[in-house]
């Protein structure tokens, strides 16, 4: 389908999604490009160095002049010319020989899609457009992150969800607006970390709520009656301005209620204490795995944070405005956007709903004065969670996990430390976007790994060293975009004897520099370019 049509396609969703979610349209599609982009996760374009087209990525890590090609155009069954691995005198001249093999695939489109454009890690999705890492879905512009939802425009991170405009990590809902951390409810604007709430705007940390406009429940008449008004308000700031202000921008026109919420939590809280947690489970699991990946085990995760970390989104430590304590805020979604001195335990913003008054005067809130009524509840929670976690330190919004360290988020994670968004895997360090995998170190967009170091974008590959875009490959190193190789260097099968000798040498090159606390100056990301000149 041409991108015009496409697009037309998803104008008319967008009008339906408007009339749904404000109750009314509010304009084209286009009109609102630049507002809806600005909350998924970007993405980046380059030409294809086969055909001059445009390429998206959902990374920007590849080295700058390195080739770029579509999946589309990838010729997985292509055969290369046999490698002189015995002439090679180091690893940097076998590098040096293999570059022109190694061209960074994106526009990856993947099982059942129809209707993609400028998008990039689509699977089994249709009508997409503009948008990144998007799995069984249809009717998406704009975002990023997506699990079996419709009708989202400009959201990140939603999933099983319907109709959303401008959301910020969402779970089995439908129909919102300026949503933030908030799961299995409907009609809801301008909310943060609700659960299983209906009809509510303004308001946080509530559970099982209905009718409420700045955490205080209404006479459903009244709640209508308000909402019909605030939502007219929207729909006319959208049709003259193109843009609606973001829940963050109207948390930090409140006035400071610091004091009042110390106050109000003092004496409130629990005197249970928490549990005493301990890095030596991820430490003796990070020296395993980089005995069975490189040979050598290495120590000291902390003084390997920085290598570990050089290519996943960084996070970071706050301190609770109430209490002071510190909280782990992962660089996942827009939460990093998340003022800090609106930043508190779960504990302190779920004392605050019922110790904190409810606002007075309801019936005069408008759009530009609503930040005036919601002071003293908008203190915010970043530490969601979720079934039972055991030795779980400086994460964020974790399920199901045990001896994980500065994760975020991690679902069913155990014995790893420093990943972004890694899911049903154990023993990974420094990964992204690792799911159903194991014993893996700087992996990213990967699925169904097994003792891999610097691999991306592959899937059901094992004892793999420096891989993009490969599929069911074995024991493999510099090999790109190819499929069901074994004992493979540079796309080439060499068999198992040559491959044990060129991995010996590869690990020569970079394991010192491991050792000596240093980053070994090659990755996945940049290795297209290495000792190229630049021109």
Known sequence: MAATTLLEELDKRWRQTCSVVLKGEVGPLPDFEQWLSERADPIYHAQSSLSGKEVSFSSSSYCEGSKRVALGEVSFEKKQAALPVDDLKDIDSLISSLQ?????????????????????????????????RIGDSKYIAYSSMARLCDHVFGTAAPGESSFLIRCNDTYRLSRALELWMTSNSNDCYYVFALNNCTDCMFSFNLRGKHHCIGNAELPRDKYLSLKESLLEQMRGELVQKKRLPSLMDIIAKSPDESKEAKRLVQGRLGKKESEEKSVAPMEKAFQRTTKLLLGTELSGLKEHSGWLTSRTPKGEMRKSALSGKEIFVGNYAKYMTVPKSRTVLEEEALCLVDAAPKPQGLERIMLENAHEYIGISAFLSLDYHDGTNKNVKNCMAYAYSSNALYCAPCVQVKDSAYNWWPRSSE?????????????????????????????????????????????????????????????????????????????????????PALESGRAPGLDIFSIACIGRKKS
Not at 437 to 461: A, G, M, P, T, W
């Open 427 to 511: 023993h990974l360090f420094g990964c992204g976007m690792v799911f159903d995998s194991s014993f893996c170190i700087h992996c990213y967009q990967s699925v169904k790994l097994n003792r891999c170091f610097e691999v991306d974008s592959s899937r059901d590959c094992a004892d793999c060293y420096f891989c993009h875009n490969c599929e069911n490959v074995q024991n493999g190193i510099f090999c790109f975009n190819v499929k069901n190789l074994k004992y493979a260097v540079g796309n080439v099968e060499v068999g198992r004897e040559k491959y044990l000798q060129a991995k010996g040498a590869l690990l020569r090159r970079i394991v």
């Open 100 to 132: 022109e093999r190694f061209s960074y695939a994106g526009d990856i489109v993947l099982g059942n899609c129809s209707s993609v454009e400028r998008s990039t890690n689509v699977s089994d999705s249709h009508f997409i457009y503009g948008s990144s």
